[in-house]
């Protein structure tokens, strides 16, 4: 990565603004000293994948400590492993659908099961607010107020006393400024990987769809045509192909 920045011009690499990164250290390094002007922003959804990852150890930590549960008459193992999704799902996509609930018989909608289920344990309890706190900051802060409600969940995540939510506290103290930097708009979007993110997702679908591909350049001229909005259809075949030229077929026997 570094040598690639260094084949640009230093005159290029100052007309650099904007940078996003994952969470990742070396990123940051490189881009500090190849891209001097660059605003170094973190990327939002690798925030929040860090934080539900902690949530998912706490609730797998919490629901072993319940394990006997599940060997009596009681919902709240069961509900763990059934709706375990909905601790996680933006609260402000959760619909009012009633579940049924084989244990006995009755039907609960999804708030109901989301408060069964945070009832068993406090720390379970606090865990999940504090992530639709940190994702409420996250939709709705702007590059005035960020710093502030970032430093106040900061102590928040701290405070907790939880084991797997300090280390999301280093980790928010230590990407702090970039988190911030990520609040900036640009055409009133804000700066992430997104883009990016979608392109690799393409290319891999078009991979797995053609299970592997032989002919590097078919596959490439497949690629930027598909992530290319804009690109034109040839009204002329081409002179000469880049058409893979393997072994002619033997003779075979129909059956």
């Not at 690798?46 to 998912?56: D, E, P, T, Y």
């Not at 599940?70 to 601790?87: A, E, G, I, Q």
């Not at 045509?225 to 072994?247: F, H, M, Q, S, W």
Request: proline fraction near 1%; charged fraction near 30%; hydrophobic fraction near 35%.
């Amino acid at each position: 990565m570094e040598e690639y920045f260094y084949r640009i011009s230093l005159n290029e690499r100052k007309m650099v603004r904007y940078f996003s990164i994952d969470l990742y250290d070396t990123y940051r390094i490189i881009a500090k000293k190849c891209l001097p002007n660059a605003l170094i922003c973190a990327d939002s959804f690798h925030v929040i994948k860090n934080i539900r990852l902690a949530f998912h150890q706490i609730r797998i930590r919490i629901m072993n400590k319940y394990t006997h549960l599940k060997y009596r008459n009681d919902n709240y193992y069961w509900l763990f492993k059934r709706f375990y999704r909905l601790l996680i799902k933006d609260r402000a996509k959760i619909s009012y659908k009633r579940f049924k609930i084989n244990r006995q018989g009755q039907y609960m909608n999804a708030y109901e099961i989301i408060d069964y289920m945070l009832s068993i344990d406090s720390s379970l309890y606090d865990a999940y607010w504090l992530l639709h706190e940190y994702r409420n900051f996250n939709e709705c802060a702007n590059i005035n107020n960020a710093k502030e409600w970032l430093n106040e969940l900061m102590l928040k995540f701290k405070a907790s006393q939880i084991n797997e939510y300090i280390k999301v506290w280093k980790m928010l103290e230590n990407w702090s400024t970039e988190i911030v930097n990520s609040f900036t708009r640009i055409d009133n979007r804000r700066i992430s990987n997104g883009p990016m993110e979608r392109v690799n997702r393409d290319i891999k679908t078009l991979y797995r769809l053609a299970y592997g591909a032989k002919n590097f350049y078919r596959m490439r001229n497949r690629i930027m045509y598909v992530i290319n909005d804009d690109a034109p259809i040839l009204y002329n075949r081409k002179e000469e192909t880049n058409k893979y030229l393997g072994r002619e077929r033997g003779k075979y026997t129909k059956k």
